[in-house]
């Protein structure tokens, strides 16, 4: 007994030292109802441990969609970009917002149960690549997680929102951001960051849900080898590299998906594109191995198990971060336990989920930067011209940066065996920049985006825009073959739900949430949601009946960056809202406010034509990614072309220097450039604005 007692004091002392966790929560929510889920709930963002997206609610379904109507609504305070999936547990929406908000509603009336705002300071988004966006919070136990724009891990009480814990999780707060949901993996909260456009090392790290402590780590790219590898599989990667990719941090960042599978016990994930995008930059060559490819780890240490490179050598932002399924499918009369991904460079995978091993691949959208795919090891041909630094010739790459899928979830329908993917058909350009040093502050990848600007020209514009569309793909992943496709209008369309009422919703660019049969593609409902839709919806019943859910607004990297592009989502505005449906509800949206926005009638251009040239470069490096290519903006941000600073250059300078607008109680985010700028840079960028003001003026813009 006494014996006993005592191993027992000695098991406490061994538990107390070391990387211990707390245990799995055996209360609230637990990795059982996650794994089994629970009937009518949405516990976690992909709805199961697959990440599938399928309900298998059955009340809405393709005979009686046309009758789906609004049950209620709830207004955003921010005009920002929404891309967050609800969650539902209890009766209760769990809903995180932009700039990383956290609201509850009881999810049958639309009541306000509380809401929690981490006050992430408006000039974060300097750092941030695309927008103060939020894809979602994970509910674990009688606590939400929540990860925040400047980096901070979050746990509230399911209950009130109170913080219980808060931890600054990113190395600095200058170069990551978190813009992904935790998932939860037996009382570990999983978490990566973004960060690989600025000089961010990419990892995956797992915390206990009770305090926050860190348990394990796992970087995607290695350190400086000069200070020793952390493990085998960065000494075996850093033979992948060359040149001194640590300074930029070589990103292969883990923003979004990441996969718990019960079934190997694996944490699966996918890495971001190597930093910098060009090459030459950093003196870059190989594979830079883990960039651009799914990981797999094991749940409980972290410790490395296969890797999937999906882009070897990545040059083109081809981030493999597209969220990754994990379903069981026959094939060749076998039934295999398989990953599905459909990143961004335009092939379908399907992997082997427990050893990493290539299966097969299908390209669901024309592309140019590889010739095919080696049916053995899956690995990309690569067309010689894409390698646009060696070439020095600028490449027009399909897919382009955005992708063809990127972060909109795809869902798998078990019924169907088709999955459903947001697709991007758009191109974008790429051309190494000559005699580049990387900066204090702004993108770090090193591409002359003045040369490869949207010209002033109406024939190039609307063959831009002509080429530049969307489609929902419904994907045989066994036959490697699109099964039917819908096509949109614009890209950057939203995630997708599959339910075996025989249904796949949808929200468009456009502005409306769309269903679909799941077996054939036929449009059966549409409601006009007055913004873009980038989220995907959800679904959960309360009483017997069932309600679909998705936030609408309008926003992310596509609204900012190639800012004309986005005039295909019906005038590009962000009304932000959540919307609730459910059948027979007759609920309307209030009006569209009238949009204010001044008229160009910029001055005169009085600068010299080296002025416009230098202008248009450091415009296209520190502005763009904000107010947009060729200095036209999207939904967001204000045009410059419009704004009434560019009349002077004290007004100017007062602005991009003195930070003029980040003074006052509520800053928006555009923050003093003194880090990175000289005065006379300012005055160069605004005589390009004034140049480009004026070629689209006399081009009839108003
Ligand atoms: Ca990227």
Redesign the pocket.
């Known amino acids: 007994m006494r014996f006993k007692a005592l191993a027992a004091v000695a098991l406490l002392a061994l538990a107390a030292c070391g990387k211990q966790a707390s245990g799995p929560a055996t209360e609230g929510v637990t990795d059982a109802m996650i794994a089994s889920g629970v009937d009518g709930e949405w516990l976690t963002y992909g709805n199961d441990r697959g990440e599938q997206r399928f309900s298998k609610l059955t009340q809405v379904n393709d005979t009686n969609v046309g009758q789906l109507g609004l049950a209620w609504s709830a207004d955003l305070e921010t005009a920002r970009g929404q891309e967050a999936t609800p969650l539902m547990h209890n009766g209760v929406l769990y809903v995180s917002t932009a700039w990383s908000m956290v609201k509850a509603f009881d999810a049958k009336t639309g009541a306000l149960k509380w809401s929690y705002d981490p006050k992430v300071p408006r000039d974060t988004l300097v750092r941030a690549?695309c927008d103060a966006v939020n894809r979602g919070v994970a509910l674990y136990g009688d606590k939400v997680f929540v990860g925040t724009l400047d980096g901070r891990l979050v746990s509230l009480n399911q209950a009130d929102g109170k913080v219980a814990w808060e931890k600054t999780v990113v190395p600095n707060q200058s170069d990551y951001t978190i813009t992904g949901a935790p998932r939860i993996a037996n009382g570990k909260v999983l978490l990566g960051s973004g960060g690989?456009?600025y000089k961010a090392r990419g990892y995956l790290a797992a915390y206990d849900w009770k305090t926050g402590k860190e348990l394990w780590k796992f970087h995607t790219v290695p350190g400086n080898p000069d200070d020793g590898f952390e493990n085998k599989a960065m000494e075996a990667a850093a033979k992948t590299w060359s040149g001194k990719w640590w300074e930029l941090g070589g990103?292969g960042?883990v923003w979004d998906s990441i996969t718990y599978d019960p079934a190997t016990n694996l944490v699966l994930f996918g890495t971001?594109?190597a930093e910098p995008w060009n090459p030459a930059a950093a003196g870059r060559e190989g594979d830079s191995l883990y960039t651009s490819s799914i990981v797999a780890v094991d749940a409980d240490t972290g410790e490395y198990k296969w890797h999937f490179q999906e882009t070897p050598e990545d040059r083109w932002?081809f981030?493999s971060?597209a969220q990754i399924t994990v379903t069981d499918l026959a094939i060749n009369g076998e039934q295999k336990h398989v990953v599905l991904h459909a990143p961004k460079n335009g092939y379908f995978y399907v992997l082997d989920a427990k050893s990493g091993a290539f299966i097969s691949a299908g390209s669901f959208v024309t592309q140019n930067w590889s010739t095919g795919i080696d049916p053995k090891t899956g690995r990309p041909m690569i067309n010689p011209e894409a390698r646009y630094e060696k070439t020095g010739k600028p490449f027009i790459s399909i897919p382009g940066?955005g992708g063809a899928h990127s972060w909109q979830p795809m869902s798998f329908s078990p019924a169907t065996g088709f999955t459903y993917i947001p697709t991007n058909l758009a191109a974008f350009p790429f051309a190494a920049a000559k005699d580049w040093k990387p900066s204090a502050m702004g993108f770090q990848t090193a591409q002359d985006g003045a040369m490869v600007a949207m010209p002033a020209d109406k024939g190039a514009r609307a063959g831009a825009l002509a080429a530049t569309t969307g489609a929902l793909i419904a994907w045989d992943p066994v036959g490697q073959k699109a099964a039917w496709t819908v096509s949109h209008p614009g890209p950057w369309n939203g995630g997708t739900l599959s339910t075996a009422g025989n249904l796949v919703f949808q929200g468009t660019a456009e502005g409306y949430l769309e269903a679909y049969s799941a077996n054939k593609g036929a449009k059966l409902w549409s409601f006009d949601a007055q913004t873009g839709v980038m989220a995907a919806p959800m679904t959960y019943s309360i009483g017997g009946e069932q309600y679909v859910a998705v936030l609408a607004g309008w926003g992310g990297v596509w609204d900012i960056a190639p800012g004309v592009l986005s005039t295909k989502s019906r005038g590009a505005r962000n009304i932000s809202r959540l919307l609730v449906f459910k059948l027979g509800a007759k609920g309307a949206l209030p009006a569209i406010p009238p949009l204010n926005k001044l008229p160009l009638d910029p001055s005169a251009f009085t600068g010299t034509p080296e002025q416009a040239t230098a202008g248009a470069n450091t415009y296209a490096r520190y502005c763009s990614v904000c107010h947009g290519d060729a200095a036209i903006a999207g939904a967001l941000n204000p045009d410059l072309r419009h704004s009434v600073y560019i009349g002077s250059a004290e007004g100017i300078r007062a602005v991009v220097i003195d930070g003029l607008l980040m003074q006052g109680d509520h800053p928006k985010g555009m923050v003093s450039f003194k880090a990175a700028l000289k005065p006379e840079d300012v005055e160069n960028i605004r005589q390009y604005i004034l140049k480009r003001a004026n070629e689209d003026k006399a081009l009839g813009e108003k």
Do not use: F, Q, S, Y
């Open positions: 690549c690989a456009e990103g960042t971001g594109n932002d981030d971060n940066a």
